[in-house]
């Protein structure tokens, strides 16, 4: 049986003034079927960690690099983000693939340094709405999938979260059906690549505008295990009725 997830990415919003909100979160009764996590900027995590102490709430960093240390000006390493008190990272996000040119091959050696320092890595891949269009969307998402994700992928280590580019901060949620079919296919690659019990443990979560109104829909479809929330996972008031509509669906 796979845990639900609500991760949060703030992306780069928020300075401390902003940990308000994880006290909140903190403070909230949370079923304990349900795992939350929260991704704030680099600067707030070891900051952030120690507001959720004692919570299940639990912190995570944006991206890492590949190595654990050296001449890598503005990076910040897999063991740092640990050392912060962090417990996972995001990796691949399609802003990150785009604003850096991250490719696949780069975000599997991530999430390898990822996993050895004990970080949760959360593997993000999606389509462009030009792929969409094209109808390439389940041959991109297979690519993105083989090259990202590393053969040491585990249902404990490794979340793979699909996040369409074209319902990134738009507003333009995907169908069910639409969701259904790429989480479908993400399992049946994942368990023909890792056998049924690792490849049916990794979760699967859904982002791209999710919002207090569309999240019960969006937790009801099949293998839907959670989701990762941008924008509605800002303040507390909007990312906990996301939270409870994910403990209404277990
Ligand atoms: P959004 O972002 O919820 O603001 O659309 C999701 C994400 O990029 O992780």
Not at 38 to 62: F, N, R, T, W
Not at 158 to 178: C, F, K, L, R, S
């Amino acid at each position: 049986m796979r845990r639900k997830l609500a991760a949060g990415n703030w992306k780069m919003n928020g300075t401390r003034a902003a940990l308000s909100e994880l006290d909140v979160l903190a403070k909230a009764p949370i079923d304990p079927a349900v795992d939350i996590l929260l991704c704030p900027p680099a600067p707030l995590l070891s900051e952030a960690a120690k507001h959720v102490s004692g919570s299940p709430v639990v912190i995570g960093a944006q991206d890492c690099h590949y190595e654990p240390s050296g001449a890598h000006t503005g990076d910040i390493s897999a063991a740092m983000i640990a050392d912060a008190g962090a417990r996972a990272v995001i990796l691949g996000h399609s802003e990150r693939r785009e604003d850096h040119n991250e490719s696949s091959p780069l975000v599997r050696q991530k999430a390898r340094s990822a996993h050895a320092e004990g970080l949760l890595a959360v593997i993000c891949l999606g389509e462009s709405e030009a792929q969409r269009l094209a109808a390439n969307t389940l041959d991109i998402i297979a690519g993105q999938l083989a090259t990202s994700v590393p053969d040491d992928a585990t249902g404990a280590n490794t979340v793979i979260a699909y996040e369409p580019i074209w319902a990134i901060g738009t507003g333009n949620v995907p169908t069910t059906e639409q969701i259904d079919e790429v989480h479908d296919f993400i399992r049946a690659r994942l368990v023909r690549r890792f056998g049924g019990d690792e490849g049916g443990a990794i979760r699967l979560l859904y982002g791209g505008s999710v919002k207090p109104g569309n999240a019960a829909e969006i937790f009801a479809t099949d293998n839907v295990d959670g989701a990762l929330v941008g924008g509605a996972s800002l303040k507390a008031d909007d990312f906990l009725p996301i939270i409870r509509a994910l403990e209404t669906s277990v």
